[in-house]
């Protein structure tokens, strides 16, 4: 005798698994929306912290600080103002070697640099990142209330550029003087 096997068509095999797949996904994206929204608090706060500590080491006598509502010039991406009136934290961004720089400025009620530091980078490591280090940003900027805005690193009389990471000192600088720009524009600290 022989067996005949029922076939059962392409159509009809597809529908039941098709919809399990697409209950499973539901169900997955439904508990991933969950956990967002659970966890969105405390990460937006964990993300304060972290700027404000960044803030922090750039203008070490403030206690707290309050965002801009100014209008920022270019390539100024935040603006804030020490609450008790130590001065301002400006955060810039320009094109580095490797992409996109960000870089933190501090600067005291006068306009004078109280630190500089980088947040955000894809320069190389090791090279690009010497121009990054806290004793090449303090000896170049700190005390400065102004450079010689002459548009590139190189044609600056007061601040030199690290060897081997020219653009990287460059996007630096570049960034320095657009904290000093918004500082003259939006003013100091209030």
Request: hydrophobic share 35%.
């Amino acid at each position: 005798m022989e067996k005949t096997a029922n076939k059962v068509p392409f159509k009809e095999t597809m529908v039941g698994p098709t919809i399990v797949l697409l209950l499973i996904c539901m169900v997955i994206s439904a508990a991933l929306a969950c956990t967002y929204q659970i966890t969105k608090p405390r990460i937006d706060q964990i993300n304060k912290e972290t700027a404000d500590a960044a803030r922090l080491s750039v203008l070490p006598d403030a206690d707290s600080f309050t965002e801009s509502k100014a209008k920022l010039p270019e390539g100024v991406t935040e603006y804030y103002t020490a609450n008790n009136g130590s001065g301002v934290v400006a955060t810039c961004e320009t094109k580095s070697f490797g992409g996109t720089i960000t870089v933190m400025v501090g600067m005291d009620p006068e306009g004078a640099i109280t630190g500089v530091q980088v947040t955000q980078h894809a320069d190389t490591p090791g090279v690009g990142t010497k121009a990054m280090e806290k004793e090449y940003l303090d000896t170049q900027y700190l005390d400065k209330a102004e450079t010689d805005q002459s548009g590139n690193i190189r044609d600056d009389s007061q601040i030199d550029q690290v060897t081997g990471a020219t653009v990287s000192s460059n996007a630096i600088y570049q960034c320095v003087n657009e904290a000093l720009d918004a500082y003259s524009q939006i003013g100091g600290a209030r």
